[in-house]
């Protein structure tokens, strides 16, 4: 017994799949994300801050880096955010976000 795939054509099935499964609006709901705290860091570690923030300033299109940095650090554990922040020496610069990629992690 074979049954036939009642999808058509893969072109079809990506349209129901995005339909379904993904937002309406990917960089509105991302830009609305990162205006409020629900992105922020909490209990997560840096790594898996990290790729949630990559994701949502992909998502937002936000490539400015000072921006970038502005809203990683609001993100950032106060603890965190403040000992980077306070760094006496090669202190990231504020629109130098991979720099403070890497400070945090």
Known sequence: MTESFPIQSWAVFEQQFQALFLPINAEADAINTLEGSSYFQGPRTV?????????????????DPYTLVVKFRRGLRAAIQSQIATMPMERPGDADPQAWFEAAC
């Open 47 to 63: 790594d898996d801050y990290l790729d949630h923030f990559h994701s949502l300033v992909s998502d937002a299109g936000y490539t």
